[in-house]
């Protein structure tokens, strides 16, 4: 609906400093020629969108402009507050403390709908160590302070980095810190719980970065992956998809269950999981990981006898 469109379209400016015409038609899926009459609709139900000629030109609402807070329906609300909950669920952060106590004052009257689901991110909290790191990380991207600490990589190869932080992210069911990386002279993905020793230094960035989700989406992991194909149980396909959700199961009837997925060599998370359903699986391919296994095993038979 047209409605849905215009108050789309203001939410989107109010969140940014100034958008084209080609990126809102592709945002909302019309033409620019409707954006350029929506915008003009907009401006005349008296919400001042201005614009900018130019390559890098485009529409943009004034910063003098404030929303009513009745925008937002008492759904919403929840569904934000349930957000925010979650995240302090798995993350230690006063600021978003601050924010549910706001979103709870803001609520139309104050009463909340009965929320449909919740969020229980316990699973980010990873130690008392990787929490004070992040901590000092948090503060000294706010600050866009360089920051030195000893980093153990996945080969087990230890060294001291330099690096101007600019994202804390949990991806691969860990914490990374996004930073571009003085001594690589490029950006970098560095786990946190193998970092040690983080401090801040006194020193500023010595460049301007581009807005970190943008270098961070375009960052291409620098891990060298390999193909593993597994041979697997039927009884076994529930726990196997559970392990390895972004794997391909084929049913092959000929030798049975047959799942392929690609996987970082050196990281050790798919590899642990692997051996806790070694007795539903089977090594198909790469020989490497075949000979990995074997040579494994082995270890293990003479260890434990």
Known sequence: MKIDRLLGIVVYLL?????????LAEKFGVSPRTIQRDIESISLAGIPVGSLQGQSGGYFIVDSFKMN????????Y????????????????????NAVDKMMALSPDRALPQQAFQLNL???????????????LEQAIKEKKVIRFQ???ARNIVSDRCVEPLLLTYKWYAWY??????????????????????ASMSKPFAATHADA????????????????KLLCAAEGRVLLEEAFPNAELLDVREVGLVMSFSVPE??????????EHSDLVTVLEPESLRERMRSLAERMVKKYG
């Not at 969140?15 to 990126?23: K, L, N, Q």
């Not at 807070?69 to 919403?76: G, T, Y």
């Not at 810190?177 to 983080?198: E, P, V």
């Not at 050196?266 to 051996?275: I, K, N, T, Y």
Request: charged fraction near 30%; proline fraction near 0%.
């Open 78 to 97: 929840a569904i934000i507050l349930a957000a925010l909950k979650g995240l302090l669920s798995g993350y230690d952060n006063e600021r978003a403390q």
């Open 122 to 136: 316990g699973v980010l909290r990873e130690g008392k160590n990787t929490a004070q790191d992040m901590a000092v």
């Open 15 to 23: 969140g940014r400093d100034t958008v084209s015409a080609r990126v």
């Open 151 to 153: 980093y153990t990589d």
């Open 213 to 228: 989700e943008d270098l961070l989406a375009a960052h291409t992991d620098h891990r060298h992956s390999i193909n593993v």
């Open 69 to 76: 807070r009745q925008l937002l329906q008492a759904e919403d």
């Open 266 to 275: 050196e990281e050790s998370g798919w590899f642990g999981r692997l051996l």
């Open 177 to 198: 810190l996004f930073a571009y990386c003085r001594d690589k002279q490029d950006y970098r993905l560095f786990r946190i719980s193998r970092m040690r020793q983080a």
